[in-house]
Structures are given as C-alpha cells and as structure tokens.
C-alpha cells in the first residue's frame, strides 16, 4: 500500500498564499482554538474551528475549497448561541440567525414568500447591505439571485434595540451551515442594538424576541417561521467526511425487498427534521423483524439445547429448560424482552466486526459513542470492548432512547420524556445516522431475488 503522507506534508505542498492559510491566521488573531484535518480517503485539509458558545464550543469545518469565504470575515468576538444558527457579533452589537418558513419547501420558496410583506426593499450590489439611505433601496416583488434585501421593521423612537429580516451577511453565511447558492436566498434575522454579552442573556433576548415577532408576522401575512438550528434539518454546505459506499456506476437490482419495512425505512427518511419520529421510524423497522429473528434464535437454541448428548426425555430438568426457552421468546414484550429481540434483530443482521467500523468511521462518531454523552442516562460504550459486547450494549442504547420518546406518562417509574426541540434531542444526530445504517441492513438481510417480466 502507498504511504499515507502526513499532515505536515500535506500542508508543505499547499501554496502559502492558500485562502486557507488566511484563515489560519483570523482565528490566530480572534485567539480561537482550532485543528488542521485530513481526510483519511483522499487526504483533502480542513480546518476545525472552535466557536466560543456559553461554556462549550461549536465545532465549524471549513474545508479547504470553503476557505475564501472567509477572507474578509472578521472572527473576533464572534459567539455561537446554544443550538441556534445563530451568532452574536460584537463589534456591531447584532444578534444574526437563521430562519425558514414551517410550510415552505426549501429556501428559495420561503424567500419568495416574504415578498407579501409590505416595505420589502433590495439592492443589486452587496456593499448596500449595510445601508440604510432610501434611496439606495427600491421596492421589489420578485427577489432574484442578485437582490440584497430586507424588510425593516419600524419601532419606537426610544427603543434601544431594532428589527430587520433580509438577506444573510456574508459573515453570517460564512459561519452559517446552511446551504444556499446566493446571500440573496440565505434568509436571517438580525437584532441590532443588543449590548449584553452574556450567552444565556443573548439566547434569552433571541427567543423572546422572536417568538413575539414570529406570531404576529404569522398572524399578518400568514407566514410562519422559526429559527433554524445547527445540524439535521440544515442544507451541509461542506463536502461530507466519509466516502461514498460505493465509486461504481448505477446498476439494475438483483433484488427484491420487502415493502412493509421498506415504506417505514422511507418514511424515516422523510422525517429528517424531526429527529424523534425520525429515530422512532426506523426503529419500527427493526421491530418488524423481531418475530423473524426471535423465531430463528429459539429454532438454533432448541437445537442446541435436543442435541446435547446428557438431555434426556425423561428428565423433568432437561424438559423444563426446553420449555423455558420458548417461553422466554414468547412471553410478550415485557421489560427487558424486547431489548432482547432488539438485540436478536441487530445480530442477524450486522456482525460485531462491522459495526465496531461503523461506530469509528469518524472521529466524531466515536467520540459521540464513546465519550460523554448529552442524552441523560445513556452510557458510554467502550469501543474497545470485547466486539461480542458490542451488539448488547448498542440494543440496550437504542432501547433506552426509544423509551425516552415513548413514555410520556408522568410516572417516576418510567425514564423522563424525551422532548422535541430539547438540546437532547438535537444531539440524536449520530444515533439516528446509526439507526438507519441498522435498518438498511436488516432490509438488506430480508431480501428476495427479484423476478420481473
């Protein structure tokens, strides 16, 4: 195999005047910690940026071909605000977020939507963002790829703080996740005039604030927005880590596979801004297998247990451990049982081998396994472990989390309900990711010829 070069060669070979370089330097002069990354597969550079927010960090990537868009922005005093794409800028006192319509499909259909608001005005050049001048703005109907706009919000003379909905500063886009072609479709709020610095004041402020302005923009114009949030339901601008499953072209199936649990797996795919139901989806499509491979696992004990030469007929012991054996798979899905079928499902169809590489793909997915964890009562897995130990203790996770959605009886018997929109369920991402690498394989491993005429 060819030597796979280190990072220092890897940066040697890059030009010095590299935008990613520059980038280096802005986060050396914001006194921001970060990481020089390769990919393993193609050693392609990154840089991993630690966004101060609260007591934590954002974790920003910027790939190598990303880097230019930071040439101009200034980094010092940036601070990320909890689960928010959202930013609080500094030197301008502005607290920048992104937003998205509830009932739009994308970002460009949401924009389009906005036209409706009365006093929308744009611009054709971006050094008008920044302006406030009349003139400088002119009417719109239509917002195109060229347009910087923005709705102003008028308000009291002595408010101390004022409103704008508009096109994304390129800062904010930058720093922004989100994926759009142009400023133009990359829709924000901004909240200027806010002087606290203070991370649960500034996230207070933000909330607060919208959640008034939200409803009554709602309540005139039918338009419904939120704010949008760091991870699943964004648009990844970046160029993914891992690689593609497979660099051949498509082919023609072979097979044919089962539609029930099919329907459920695309129904999960479907829902990839609703992370419970999303988690919850696919795990009916491993609960549709659990009396298939039940049924195997108690045909390969019953085996097992008829062929040891000591088992006698005629023992009423030998007898009763035959008979404890279908009983334990047929009891019903009392505690416990089902994580067992969970477990049963998850060895049929994945080996320890495979799934340990699965769960160290990345850095990032190891450590979200393996160190700790934002979800309450979930435990680390070693990943060192015996690989045997693996699949157990993966069934017991994903077990726990479904109980977590499930029971939302206040009953102090029952684990704490899991609540959409809490930080712990916007850091699924991983185990989501995880269910449906199950599920694809167990569709996999339930899968016919497939015979058309």
Known sequence: ??????????????????????????????????????????????????????????????????????????????????NYDAYYFADSATIEAGIHGLLTSGPVTFVHSLTVVPGIVAHTTLEAQESHESQAWEPIIYVNSKHTWRIPFSSPEDLSWSVEIGSASPRFAALSGTYATTLAHLPTIKLKGVHSTHHDALISFLERATSAIFFELDARYDIPIE?????????????????????EP?????????????????????????????????????????????????????????SDPTFSSRNSDDVMRVVNIVRRTHSGRKPGEEQEQLAAVIRACVDDVRLTEFLCESPEREDHFSKKQRISGIHPISLTSKPSDIREKIAERIYKIRCRIVHTKDDDRLPEMLLPFSPESESLDEDIRLMQFLARRAIVAGAGELHLQ
């Open 250 to 306: 498509p082919k023609m199936p072979a097979m044919e596979y089962p539609s029930r649990p099919l329907t459920l797996f695309w129904y999960a795919r479907s829902a990839a801004r609703m992370p419970l139901l999303e988690f919850l989806a696919y795990y009916q499509v491993l609960e549709y297998y659990f009396p298939v491979y039940a049924e195997k696992e108690l045909l390969s004990r019953l085996k097992q247990e008829l």
């Open 227 to 247: 704010l949008s949030k760091v991870g699943r339901e964004s648009f990844v601008f970046r160029v993914p880590d891992t690689r593609p499953s497979t660099t």
């Open 1 to 82: 195999m060819p030597e796979v070069p280190s990072l220092e060669d890897l940066l040697a070979r890059l030009d010095p005047n590299d935008p990613i370089f520059s980038l280096e330097t802005n986060c050396r002069a914001a006194h921001l910690n970060y990481a020089w990354l390769a990919r393993v597969h193609d050693q392609q550079l990154s840089l991993r940026i630690d966004i101060p927010n609260g007591r934590a960090t954002r974790q920003l990537k910027v790939e190598r071909q990303d880097a230019g868009r930071f040439i101009d922005v200034d980094l010092d005093g940036v601070k990320a605000l909890g």
